[in-house]
């Protein structure tokens, strides 16, 4: 078994940490303008990423924030998927009230 490489396609790695359920559909969303990579806007879904490259992806009315540990070799379970990033978004506010 070899090991992983370094870097990566954003596209896969988006399906790899589970924020998309296909290749297409994380393309469809970065060629649409809804993804940067290290604060620069990507629509090329074959950029190449690697390990600390910061990741904020717009979806459903939603923005996450992530930095790349690891590029991830298959779309596993989500246990797996959470090993290869570092969720940078702020939490939003809760519907908890203060006592």
């Known amino acids: 078994m070899s090991e992983a490489p370094d870097s990566i396609r954003l596209d896969k790695w ?3 940490v589970r924020l998309f359920k296909t290749r297409g559909l994380a393309a469809e969303r ?3 303008g809804g993804v940067r990579v290290n604060g620069q806007p990507s629509r090329k879904p074959g950029r190449s990423i ?3 490259d910061e990741v904020t992806v717009s979806m459903q009315g939603r ?3 992530l930095r790349m540990i690891a590029p991830g070799v298959r779309r596993g379970p989500a246990s797996e998927a959470q ?3 570092e969720d940078l978004t702020e939490p939003g506010p809760t519907d908890a009230t203060e006592d």
């Open 50 to 52: 690697r390990p600390g």
């Open 83 to 85: 090993t290869l990033y």
């Open 14 to 16: 988006l399906v790899h």
């Open 63 to 65: 923005v996450r924030a």
């Open 30 to 32: 970065i060629e649409g």
